[in-house]
């Protein structure tokens, strides 16, 4: 009997009954400087990096002797790191050319007051430590960090969960592009600081990892120093269930969905462990899951219609190669996720070493991809396959294509024994995860020595205590009643601008809270999608001008509207004199006289006797192209009508 689970027996899956385990690891940038040096917190345009390095990475034992698997791993790739930046975000410590200067005390003390919010007890002293980094995604190899605390907790309603510890850290750069031999970066990314919080694996269900992000979520955006917008704050999960692995979730940035790639791992893992009773059950094992010779059928396709073979055989020595995996049928195009096949975690795997192997074709899914069902019996032939033996394929280089298949081999023969510890991304087109790399060993941080260690005395935390924020919750609460808006409004108002700056530019808005939301969302998303033109971060204070001029010369929605487009034009972010502006540009209109207005609605009335309302309006809006205010329009009609 099968030992297969199937994913569509797991559609209403309650993943409580696979044990599950997950804990959280929260990654909040903030905007107060670079951790250790003088540089700012901004990300540039990538054609302002205008110098490069070139970096590659060494391997080396432990001081134990021991070698990291993760580490070992990255070196066979391989790759050369290579990083842009300018001199205005990257000091000689982003680029491993200088010791690190003093930790910056504002990120110390966002760090600080957040875990008093969450309860924690502080170390006597904090030491920074080096923590290694093997991708590449850090210049010299680690990233420092500092633990302050431990031992905290979060009240959820599904029960208590502890925090594990709170750190402050530096982010690592920015990653551009990714080839076969190479990594590029941007500079102006790494030593963002960085806080991390982590949890315990006490959260049982995705809808309670869920609210915890968000709860924790609601404490970092408490304070002003946190930066906003996308990949500002990164949620990494920690996922295990019964007899499974515990899998680091790298990339789950949006809250929504985390409770989909919960569930979708689970589902991953639960099917992966289904598969290896299977191996059991069909009595396969690593030294006879097959012959282990690797075959050269390309005359087996030499007058093929493949269009995908052929175009892959382009080039000097290229042929197709394959290999039998003995009683297989039926287990490489096994899904584990939707779309997602046990054979595709095996080509992920191998690209990643290999990258040149595009992809693998397998007995599972042919024939498909315009090879035909002679080809594969010929393959079948070739390789001694019975009814119950899979094969896959590969088409490239000969020599390139044995240590493919050669380190192939050793994926199978490890996925066939457990599910392994890994890091795992998410895919983001959805909510399935592909393998990245091997867990680090544990043994992956040693202490920063030039970093002084730190102490937090009794009066540091009163201090501290005394200055922690408003809960952002009940901010938005209060901000929505006093503002008179609804609470995602106030939540995109703080987005972009400080409370007060908020405040400020309500008091100069005639209508509040609704005609500077309409400036500063409404009307950059009909430039956008009408004119082509992408939004300005104009400053608050150009945000002030417009409002000032707007009441003064009582510009209409079509007059503001223009306004802002001129400036998108010129890439103004701030304007010295707006009204200068405004009228080298020809943009200031003479007020609206009443009686002129009023004598051409009754020219129109009377050329349209017996109109309804609506025609008659729209033929008088259409008159004044946008010039007059419509509800003028509408109280002067309904008048005369």
Same mark, same amino acid.
């Given at each position: 009997?099968?030992?297969?689970?199937?994913?569509?027996?797991?559609?209403?899956?309650?993943?409580?009954?696979?044990?599950?385990?997950?804990?959280?690891?929260?990654?909040?940038?903030?905007?107060?400087?670079?951790?250790?040096?003088?540089?700012?917190?901004?990300?540039?345009?990538?054609?302002?990096?205008?110098?490069?390095?070139?970096?590659?990475?060494?391997?080396?034992?432990?001081?134990?002797?021991?070698?990291?698997?993760?580490?070992?791993?990255?070196?066979?790739?391989?790759?050369?790191?290579?990083?842009?930046?300018?001199?205005?975000?990257?000091?000689?410590?982003?680029?491993?050319?200088?010791?690190?200067?003093?930790?910056?005390?504002?990120?110390?003390?966002?760090?600080?007051?957040?875990?008093?919010?969450?309860?924690?007890?502080?170390?006597?002293?904090?030491?920074?430590?080096?923590?290694?980094?093997?991708?590449?995604?850090?210049?010299?190899?680690?990233?420092?960090?500092?633990?302050?605390?431990?031992?905290?907790?979060?009240?959820?309603?599904?029960?208590?969960?502890?925090?594990?510890?709170?750190?402050?850290?530096?982010?690592?750069?920015?990653?551009?592009?990714?080839?076969?031999?190479?990594?590029?970066?941007?500079?102006?990314?790494?030593?963002?600081?960085?806080?991390?919080?982590?949890?315990?694996?006490?959260?049982?269900?995705?809808?309670?990892?869920?609210?915890?992000?968000?709860?924790?979520?609601?404490?970092?955006?408490?304070?002003?120093?946190?930066?906003?917008?996308?990949?500002?704050?990164?949620?990494?999960?920690?996922?295990?269930?019964?007899?499974?692995?515990?899998?680091?979730?790298?990339?789950?940035?949006?809250?929504?969905?985390?409770?989909?790639?919960?569930?979708?791992?689970? %589902?991953?893992? !639960?099917?992966? #462990?289904?598969?290896? +009773? @299977?191996?059991?059950?069909? &009595?396969?094992?690593?030294?006879? $899951? *097959?012959?282990?010779?690797?075959?050269?059928?390309?005359?087996?396709?030499?007058?093929?219609?493949?269009?995908?073979?052929?175009?892959?055989?382009?080039?000097?020595?290229?042929?197709?190669?394959?290999?039998?995996?003995?009683?297989?049928?039926?287990?490489?195009?096994?899904?584990?996720?939707?779309?997602?096949?046990?054979?595709?975690?095996?080509?992920?795997?191998?690209?990643?070493?290999?990258?040149?192997?595009?992809?693998?074709?397998?007995?599972?899914?042919?024939?498909?991809?315009?090879?035909?069902?002679?080809?594969?019996?010929?393959?079948?032939?070739?390789?001694?396959?019975? %009814?119950?033996? !899979?094969?896959? #394929?590969?088409?490239? +280089? @000969?020599?390139?294509?044995? &240590?493919?298949?050669?380190?192939? $081999? *050793?994926?199978?023969?490890?996925?066939?024994?457990?599910?392994?510890?890994?890091?795992?991304?998410?895919?983001?087109?959805?909510?399935?995860?592909?393998?990245?790399?091997?867990?680090?060993?544990?043994?992956?941080?040693?202490?920063?020595?030039?970093?002084?260690?730190?102490?937090?005395?009794?009066?540091?935390?009163?201090?501290?205590?005394?200055?922690?924020?408003?809960?952002?919750?009940?901010?938005?609460?209060?901000?929505?009643?006093?503002?008179?808006?609804?609470?995602?409004?106030?939540?995109?108002?703080?987005?972009?601008?400080?409370?007060?700056?908020?405040?400020?530019?309500?008091?100069?808005?005639?209508?509040?809270?609704?005609?500077?939301?309409?400036?500063?969302?409404?009307?950059?998303?009909?430039?956008?999608?009408?004119?082509?033109?992408?939004?300005?971060?104009?400053?608050?204070?150009?945000?002030?001008?417009?409002?000032?001029?707007?009441?003064?010369?009582?510009?209409?929605?079509?007059?503001?509207?223009?306004?802002?487009?001129?400036?998108?034009?010129?890439?103004?972010?701030?304007?010295?004199?707006?009204?200068?502006?405004?009228?080298?540009?020809?943009?200031?209109?003479?007020?609206?006289?009443?009686?002129?207005?009023?004598?051409?609605?009754?020219?129109?009335?009377?050329?349209?006797?017996?109109?309804?309302?609506?025609?008659?309006?729209?033929?008088?809006?259409?008159?004044?192209?946008?010039?007059?205010?419509?509800?003028?329009?509408?109280?002067?009609?309904?008048?005369?009508?």
């Amino acid at each position: 009997m099968s030992k297969l689970v199937f994913l569509d027996s797991l559609k209403n899956i309650d993943p409580r009954k696979y044990d599950l385990k997950c804990g959280l690891e929260i990654h909040q940038q903030l905007n107060c400087g670079k951790l250790f040096s003088k540089r700012p917190c901004n990300i540039v345009p990538n054609v302002e990096l205008n110098k490069e390095i070139r970096r590659k990475l060494r391997f080396s034992l432990s001081e134990q002797g021991e070698t990291d698997k993760a580490a070992a791993a990255e070196v066979l790739k391989e790759k050369e790191q290579i990083y842009r930046y300018n001199d205005k975000i990257a000091s000689l410590v982003d680029l491993d050319e200088e010791p690190p200067g003093n930790p910056n005390k504002m990120a110390l003390s966002v760090g600080a007051r957040i875990s008093q919010m969450l309860n924690l007890i502080f170390f006597d002293k904090i030491q920074f430590m080096r923590k290694i980094i093997v991708d590449g995604s850090v210049t010299s190899g680690f990233q420092r960090t500092a633990m302050l605390g431990f031992g905290g907790k979060l009240i959820t309603s599904f029960g208590e969960v502890s925090i594990d510890g709170v750190n402050v850290e530096e982010d690592s750069c920015r990653a551009l592009e990714r080839g076969d031999g190479y990594n590029i970066f941007a500079l102006d990314r790494q030593g963002i600081p960085l806080i991390e919080i982590t949890t315990g694996p006490q959260i049982k269900t995705p809808l309670q990892a869920q609210e915890c992000a968000q709860q924790l979520g609601t404490i970092l955006r408490s304070f002003s120093e946190t930066r906003r917008g996308l990949g500002t704050i990164r949620q990494d999960l920690n996922v295990s269930i019964l007899n499974g692995a515990r899998i680091e979730i790298k990339g789950a940035q949006n809250l929504k969905l985390i409770p989909e790639v919960i569930e979708a791992e689970v %589902k991953r893992q !639960a099917i992966h #462990l289904s598969i290896i +009773e @299977e191996c059991k059950e069909r &009595k396969i094992n690593p030294k006879n $899951f *097959s012959d282990f010779t690797i075959n050269d059928v390309s005359s087996i396709f030499k007058n093929t219609e493949s269009s995908i073979i052929l175009s892959n055989l382009e080039g000097e020595n290229k042929g197709v190669f394959g290999i039998k995996l003995s009683n297989f049928k039926g287990i490489l195009g096994h899904e584990l996720n939707e779309n997602f096949r046990f054979a595709t975690e095996i080509s992920n795997r191998n690209k990643l070493r290999y990258p040149k192997i595009k992809g693998l074709f397998h007995s599972d899914e042919l024939p498909k991809y315009g090879i035909t069902s002679e080809e594969v019996e010929n393959v079948r032939k070739t390789l001694n396959c019975n %009814k119950n033996d !899979a094969f896959i #394929l590969i088409v490239q +280089e @000969e020599t390139y294509a044995k &240590k493919s298949f050669e380190y192939m $081999f *050793s994926i199978i023969a490890e996925l066939m024994l457990y599910v392994p510890e890994e890091v795992r991304q998410v895919d983001p087109k959805g909510t399935i995860t592909k393998f990245l790399r091997p867990m680090p060993g544990a043994a992956r941080m040693y202490p920063e020595t030039d970093v002084s260690e730190i102490e937090f005395t009794s009066e540091y935390l009163k201090k501290m205590e005394e200055s922690i924020p408003e809960l952002y919750s009940l901010k938005i609460e209060r901000l929505s009643k006093k503002w008179k808006c609804s609470q995602r409004e106030v939540e995109d108002f703080l987005d972009k601008f400080s409370e007060n700056d908020v405040s400020t530019l309500i008091s100069k808005s005639q209508k509040g809270a609704l005609e500077l939301y309409q400036l500063v969302f409404d009307l950059p998303k009909d430039i956008k999608k009408r004119d082509k033109l992408e939004a300005i971060d104009f400053s608050v204070e150009l945000y002030q001008s417009l409002l000032e001029s707007s009441q003064k010369h009582e510009f209409n929605q079509k007059i503001l509207r223009d306004v802002i487009v001129s400036l998108y034009k010129d890439n103004l972010q701030t304007v010295e004199n707006l009204e200068e502006y405004l009228s080298k540009k020809d943009l200031l209109v003479k007020p609206v006289d009443e009686i002129e207005v009023e004598e051409k609605i009754k020219e129109i009335i009377e050329k349209n006797q017996g109109a309804p309302f609506g025609a008659l309006m729209g033929r008088v809006m259409g008159a004044f192209d946008g010039q007059v205010d419509g509800k003028l329009i509408s109280t002067l009609l309904k008048k005369l009508m």
